[in-house]
């Protein structure tokens, strides 16, 4: 039972236009949510985080946006580069959990010159 | 050098033996974790502990152990590998600031088993 789920295994997009990243969840006690990165033979790398006390965290060319009604949040890169061509994750975690993570099955980004 | 060290990087063995994954850190994190991570699959969570005395079962502990031998050394092992723990294995730290705080965590590169 996939508690947060990347339904789309890849994604390509062309050099400078909008990257948009989508995960679902169904844990409703999830409250903190984040995304990762990861390039081959490399662990995740942390991108940016957002609580469910908002609805949109921005950092640089990164955004996220949660939909809490929904059960949905998305990373948008903008302008997107060839060198964020790696695997996404997204993972959540809730305050009674001790703050474990559950993570989606990611998704690969390939951003095309 | 990394934050986060894992050995060995790569490692082949037979069924039936006895292995250990190590990790160290360098960042201070009192909180470190085991996942692993399966083709299409997410990471799930082995093992986590959040202080050298508190260990604490994951979502899929079964047919492995952990041991925090230091605030910076959590070591993995496996006691009988089986060819169903071939896998991409991965440790991390956070830093605790409390027990419900939110933190990212932070990985090392992984360590690449298979076992035949």
């Known amino acids: 039972d996939q508690q947060v789920k990347q339904n789309s295994p890849s994604l390509s997009v062309q050099e400078g236009r909008i990257s948009i990243l989508n995960c679902d969840y169904t844990?409703?006690?999830?409250?903190?949510f984040l995304w990762y990165k990861k390039y081959p033979a490399e662990g995740p790398t942390f991108l940016i985080s957002?609580?469910?006390?908002?609805d949109k965290n921005e950092d640089g060319r990164f955004t996220v946006f949660l939909n809490k009604s929904a059960k949905h949040l998305s990373l948008h890169i903008v302008p997107s580069q060839p060198g964020d061509s790696a695997v996404y994750f997204c993972a959540a975690s809730a305050s009674g959990s001790a703050r474990q993570l559950t993570f989606g099955s990611g998704t690969q980004l390939t951003v095309l010159p | 050098d990394a934050d986060v060290t894992q050995t060995p990087r790569n490692r082949i063995t037979k069924t039936g033996k006895r292995i250990m994954l190590e990790c160290s850190q360098t960042?201070?994190?009192?909180?470190m974790y085991w996942y692993r991570q399966d083709p299409g699959l997410g990471l799930r969570l082995i093992y986590y502990s959040f202080d050298v005395k508190d260990i604490n079962k994951g979502e899929i502990s079964d047919g492995y152990s952990v041991s925090r031998q230091a605030q910076a050394k959590f070591s993995l092992s496996l006691e009988s590998a089986i060819p169903n723990q071939t896998a991409l294995y991965f440790c991390?730290?956070?830093?605790?600031?409390?027990?419900?705080?939110?933190?990212?965590?932070?990985f090392g590169d992984g360590t690449r088993l298979s076992i035949l």
């Open positions: 991390a730290t956070s830093d605790g600031l409390g027990r419900g705080s939110n933190q990212p965590q932070h």
């Open positions: 960042k201070g994190h009192d909180r």
């Open positions: 844990n409703s006690m999830f409250d903190y």
């Open positions: 957002i609580s469910s006390i908002k």
